[in-house]
Structures are given as C-alpha cells and as structure tokens.
C-alpha cells in the first residue's frame, strides 16, 4: 500500500479503491473520454474500481426494492419510466452478481 498509495473514497454504495489505470473517471480525464464519463462523474455500475461493503449491499437491495415498488405501483407507469426502471434494476442486479454479491429476490 505505501508503494502505490491508494486512493480510496467510501460511498453509500460503493466504495471507490482508486487505481488509475482502471479508472473510467481518470481516463475520461486524459481524454479519449467519448463513452466514459467525465472525471468526478463517478458511474459505479461500469467501473471496475469498486469494492462493495455489506453497507454497500443493502443499499443496492434497498434501491432494488424502491424499484420495484415503484414497477408495481398504481397507477400504471407509463412504458417509458416502466422500461427505464426494468433497465436500472437488471443493470444494477448484474453489477451486484459480477461481484459476487446475492441479490435479494423481489
């Protein structure tokens, strides 16, 4: 750790262990950025420079559960808010798997 002086900053729902040859911020920083995100645009669901807290987890299944109260709420949500809701929780239930993390069913 003191030879490569990590660069870590904790989150509600990630923890970001900053390694700059992974970091999306840092090469959308460098330039060659279209598709990254701008540095300081953190974008935790793409990054491989995460590290997941139990803390972490719950705020994902409790982002999870927001969702899905939402898909089924009354009235109807219109398609569009319907599909990008479907979209956030299949993004944010692969993110938590490549992780290795369980994800709580609904």
């Not at 262990?17 to 970091?23: F, G, L, S, T, Y």
């Not at 807290?53 to 898909?71: F, G, S």
């Not at 990008?84 to 992780?99: G, P």
């Amino acid at each position: 750790m003191k030879r490569h002086d990590p660069a870590i900053y904790p989150g509600e729902y990630i923890i970001c262990v900053n390694d700059p040859v992974k970091a999306l911020c840092e090469k959308a920083r460098r330039g060659n950025s279209e598709g990254l995100p701008s540095h300081g645009g953190c974008l935790p669901l793409a990054c491989r420079n995460v590290a997941l807290t139990p803390e972490n987890t719950a705020a994902w299944q409790r982002e999870i559960a927001r969702i899905d109260k939402r898909l089924t709420s009354r009235p109807t949500l219109a398609p569009r808010l319907n599909a990008l809701l479907r979209s956030r929780r299949t993004e944010i239930v692969e993110f938590l798997t490549r992780n290795g993390q369980e994800v709580v069913p609904a």
